[in-house]
């Protein structure tokens, strides 16, 4: 949008974590409810708040469980391997 | 010989009548394990000749032939009736009394089998330490016969003996003697003649160390409890979405495989990081507190590189049911100092609802199963969503409700701007006004269409914030309204009355005088401002204003 109030520039949604998503949707409503904000701010803040709402929704039906496995070495370095934890399809 | 209707609860010594005095006798001192029932033994018992009690032949045999002992009768009556007569057994009568005989007079005499036997019998009976104790061993053979009595070995590392566990006291028994257990058996040791074999006789068995390991759970237990380990005031508070998620436990089994189910199905943007261990048997104990420790290190390394996200946020200390015994190790002090220490919450569940361990007291939160565990350590999606759609309906109430009062704005300001007829400063209002709308229709279009119920519920919240801010903008637009109709020269010219200036200093000419012929004049009018020259003085019957056809005419 070539005429949007000047905000703080927005990083793009989809590269946002979860959390980051959640608490800046958080922040959003707030905003929102708080109420007294010009039409154009609304709506931007809205449009904003429904692609942060779109990035966790995606990340929670997308998610892939990660399993990892703490291996000792002679050292006693620890590594974390990726393991595949047994009969996960079900 | 079948016994009917025995009584059950009997002491097993109770054929010793407990009144008789005490007599001086080697046999009746007792050695230093005795309980204090031998101070009353009866001497009587001891010296006198008595009816026989030993049990016939073919009532009991040795475990060798279960098939014999098919109805062995208990080798005691349990009535505390001392002299109580048996029916006489074919090979019982005997020509003279046994007992006592002093060790002498066997020698100068050939004696019968069962004369040792009996004597035998009787120097076993006189131990008050034989009628009444406890052993502990492990179970060799188990047989059980027909008639429903068990006849086992009970051994250690350097001798064994033969046990007998009656059917009525087995049935009611909650545990049964199993080959290679260990156990403990309270009953009393007899010889049984015909055989001339001694056996314990069992009233009662359990798995051995069970009493220990309760008084032991309960010392330690008090001692942790008394330095505040257990404290309520030290649970930490789980964090509400961790990313990483240690889990100590068994890197085979069941436990794993269900924690990892639990948190796929649930929380699958989550990470589970397991460091295995063994959670039972020798050992288990040092293991486990080795793999919370590798889970304390393994933060620490994360946090020193510089990738804090990648440190377990909390911890599942898990292992699945078993007996007290499997579960031992998680009553282990040092498991339940690990517990405490460990640098962030610790989720136990061990075994199954029933079990309680000291680590699940230690712990800052106790699951009754792992599963349980799994599921207390991570949010259920599902309602993590439905948490977040409800903020997206909440927005969109929310700018329904500033397009609301815009759009009422809008129309005071078109009727005001119709009056005043400004065309170009409408059309752009206009297409400024058509934009937004447009835009938040765009953008609330879909959402708010598809979640009528919800506006419904959020209408009642959202009234307040409506209404406040309808009021302010209504208030604003009053305002300037007034103040535009108050200045208004518009709207005088839109009347037909026209501002005559100077061109030269543009000062309003409100007198002929100021306005000599040939005087260069700016007409302005409703719609527009037209060049003039005046020409002549008020006398002339000439035009008021030459019309200078410069710009567009009416």
Same mark, same amino acid.
């Given at each position: 949008?070539?005429?949007?109030?000047?905000?703080?520039?927005?990083?793009?949604?989809?590269?946002?974590?979860?959390?980051?998503?959640?608490?800046?949707?958080?922040?959003?409503?707030?905003?929102?409810?708080?109420?007294?904000?010009?039409?154009?701010?609304?709506?931007?803040?809205?449009?904003?708040?429904?692609?942060?709402?779109?990035?966790?929704?995606?990340?929670?039906?997308?998610?892939?469980?990660?399993?990892?496995?703490?291996?000792?070495?002679?050292?006693?370095?620890?590594?974390?391997?990726?393991?595949?934890?047994?009969?996960?399809?079900? | 010989?079948?016994?009917?209707?025995?009584?059950?609860?009997?002491?097993?010594?109770?054929?010793?009548?407990?009144?008789?005095?005490?007599?001086?006798?080697?046999?009746?001192?007792?050695?230093?394990?005795?309980?204090?029932?031998?101070?009353?033994?009866?001497?009587?018992?001891?010296?006198?000749?008595?009816?026989?009690?030993?049990?016939?032949?073919?009532?009991?045999?040795?475990?060798?032939?279960?098939?014999?002992?098919?109805?062995?009768?208990?080798?005691?009556?349990?009535?505390?009736?001392?002299?109580?007569?048996?029916?006489?057994?074919?090979?019982?009568?005997?020509?003279?009394?046994?007992?006592?005989?002093?060790?002498?007079?066997?020698?100068?005499?050939?004696?019968?089998?069962?004369?040792?036997?009996?004597?035998?019998?009787?120097?076993?009976?006189?131990?008050?330490?034989?009628?009444?104790?406890?052993?502990?061993?492990?179970?060799?053979?188990?047989?059980?016969?027909?008639?429903?009595?068990?006849?086992?070995?009970?051994?250690?590392?350097?001798?064994?003996?033969?046990?007998?566990?009656?059917?009525?006291?087995?049935?009611?028994?909650?545990?049964?003697?199993?080959?290679?257990?260990?156990?403990?058996?309270?009953?009393?040791?007899?010889?049984?003649?015909?055989?001339?074999?001694?056996?314990?006789?069992?009233?009662?068995?359990?798995?051995?160390?069970?009493?220990?390991?309760?008084?032991?759970?309960?010392?330690?237990?008090?001692?942790?409890?008394?330095?505040?380990?257990?404290?309520?005031?030290?649970?930490?508070?789980?964090?509400?979405?961790?990313?990483?998620?240690?889990?100590?436990?068994?890197?085979?089994?069941?436990?794993?495989?269900?924690?990892?189910?639990?948190?796929?199905?649930?929380?699958?943007?989550?990470?589970?990081?397991?460091?295995?261990? &063994?959670? &039972?048997?020798?050992?288990?104990?040092?293991?486990?507190?080795?793999?919370?420790?590798?889970?304390?290190?393994?933060?620490?390394?994360?946090?020193?590189?510089?990738?804090?996200?990648?440190?377990?946020?909390?911890?599942?200390?898990?292992?699945?049911?078993?007996?007290?015994?499997?579960?031992?190790?998680?009553?282990?002090?040092?498991?339940?100092?690990?517990?405490?220490?460990?640098?962030?919450?610790?989720?136990?569940?061990?075994?199954?609802?029933?079990?309680?361990?000291?680590?699940?007291?230690?712990?800052?939160?106790?699951?009754?199963?792992?599963?349980?565990?799994?599921?207390?350590?991570?949010?259920?999606?599902?309602?993590?969503?439905?948490?977040?759609?409800?903020?997206?309906?909440?927005?969109?109430?929310?700018?329904?409700?500033?397009?609301?009062?815009? &759009?009422?704005?809008?129309?005071?300001?078109?009727?005001?701007?119709?009056?005043?007829?400004?065309?170009?400063?409408?059309?752009?209002?206009?297409?400024?006004?058509?934009?937004?709308?447009?835009?938040?229709?765009?953008?609330?279009?879909?959402?708010?269409?598809?979640?009528?119920?919800?506006?419904?519920?959020?209408?009642?919240?959202?009234?307040?914030?409506?209404?406040?801010?309808?009021?302010?903008?209504?208030?604003?637009?009053?305002?300037?309204?007034?103040?535009?109709?108050?200045?208004?020269?518009?709207?005088?010219?839109?009347?037909?009355?026209?501002?005559?200036?100077?061109?030269?200093?543009?000062?309003?000419?409100?007198?002929?005088?100021?306005?000599?012929?040939?005087?260069?004049?700016?007409?302005?009018?409703?719609?527009?401002?037209?060049?003039?020259?005046?020409?002549?003085?008020?006398?002339?019957?000439?035009?008021?204003?030459?019309?200078?056809?410069?710009?567009?005419?009416?």
């Amino acid at each position: 949008m070539s005429d949007q109030v000047a905000t703080a520039p927005a990083v793009d949604a989809a590269s946002l974590t979860f959390d980051e998503a959640l608490a800046e949707l958080q922040r959003t409503v707030a905003e929102l409810e708080q109420g007294g904000l010009a039409l154009e701010r609304s709506i931007e803040l809205y449009e904003r708040g429904v692609a942060l709402h779109e990035r966790c929704a995606g990340l929670l039906s997308q998610a892939e469980l990660r399993v990892q496995r703490l291996v000792e070495r002679a050292a006693g370095e620890l590594v974390a391997v990726d393991a595949r934890a047994e009969e996960q399809t079900d | 010989m079948s016994r009917s209707g025995p009584p059950q609860n009997e002491p097993l010594w109770g054929d010793i009548p407990m009144d008789e005095p005490a007599a001086p006798s080697d046999r009746s001192k007792p050695p230093d394990w005795a309980l204090p029932a031998w101070d009353s033994l009866p001497v009587e018992e001891l010296v006198a000749p008595r009816p026989p009690r030993q049990v016939p032949a073919g009532d009991s045999a040795p475990p060798s032939r279960p098939e014999h002992r098919a109805e062995p009768p208990r080798a005691e009556p349990l009535q505390p009736e001392p002299l109580r007569p048996e029916p006489p057994r074919a090979e019982s009568p005997r020509a003279e009394p046994l007992r006592p005989e002093p060790a002498a007079s066997f020698a100068l005499r050939i004696l019968q089998v069962s004369e040792i036997t009996r004597a035998v019998r009787d120097a076993v009976r006189s131990e008050a330490g034989l009628r009444d104790l406890w052993v502990e061993g492990e179970v060799g053979r188990v047989t059980v016969s027909s008639a429903g009595h068990a006849y086992f070995t009970l051994k250690d590392e350097r001798s064994q003996l033969a046990c007998v566990f009656f059917r009525d006291d087995r049935l009611s028994s909650p545990f049964e003697p199993r080959t290679g257990l260990r156990v403990v058996v309270h009953g009393r040791i007899d010889v049984f003649e015909s055989q001339g074999v001694y056996q314990l006789y069992v009233a009662a068995i359990q798995p051995a160390g069970f009493g220990d390991l309760a008084l032991r759970f309960e010392a330690l237990k008090a001692k942790l409890a008394a330095e505040g380990l257990f404290e309520t005031a030290r649970k930490r508070p789980l964090p509400d979405r961790p990313a990483v998620i240690g889990v100590a436990t068994s890197a085979t089994g069941a436990v794993w495989h269900d924690i990892c189910h639990v948190v796929a199905r649930r929380w699958p943007l989550a990470r589970l990081v397991l460091s295995p261990c &063994q959670v &039972q048997g020798e050992g288990s104990a040092a293991s486990v507190v080795a793999a919370l420790d590798r889970l304390t290190r393994w933060g620490e390394r994360c946090r020193a590189d510089g990738r804090p996200e990648d440190a377990p946020a909390v911890v599942i200390l898990a292992r699945g049911g078993g007996s007290l015994e499997d579960l031992w190790s998680f009553n282990d002090e040092r498991v339940v100092r690990a517990v405490v220490a460990h640098p962030v919450p610790v989720v136990c569940g061990v075994g199954h609802e029933v079990d309680v361990t000291l680590a699940d007291f230690a712990a800052d939160v106790r699951a009754p199963t792992p599963s349980a565990a799994a599921e207390l350590v991570v949010p259920d999606r599902t309602e993590v969503a439905a948490v977040l759609r409800e903020l997206v309906r909440r927005a969109g109430g929310c700018v329904a409700g500033v397009v609301a009062g815009a &759009q009422a704005e809008l129309g005071a300001e078109a009727r005001a701007l119709d009056r005043l007829q400004p065309s170009a400063q409408l059309a752009q209002a206009r297409e400024r006004a058509g934009y937004l709308l447009d835009r938040a229709t765009r953008a609330l279009r879909g959402e708010i269409g598809r979640r009528a119920e919800t506006e419904r519920r959020l209408a009642s919240r959202l009234e307040p914030v409506l209404l406040a801010q309808l009021g302010w903008r209504r208030v604003a637009l009053e305002r300037s309204s007034a103040g535009l109709a108050a200045l208004g020269p518009q709207a005088t010219l839109n009347r037909g009355y026209a501002i005559v200036r100077r061109r030269s200093d543009s000062l309003i000419v409100r007198d002929p005088a100021e306005a000599p012929a040939g005087e260069r004049l700016s007409v302005r009018l409703a719609k527009g401002e037209i060049g003039a020259i005046a020409a002549a003085t008020a006398a002339d019957p000439g035009p008021e204003v030459a019309p200078a056809p410069k710009r567009g005419s009416r």
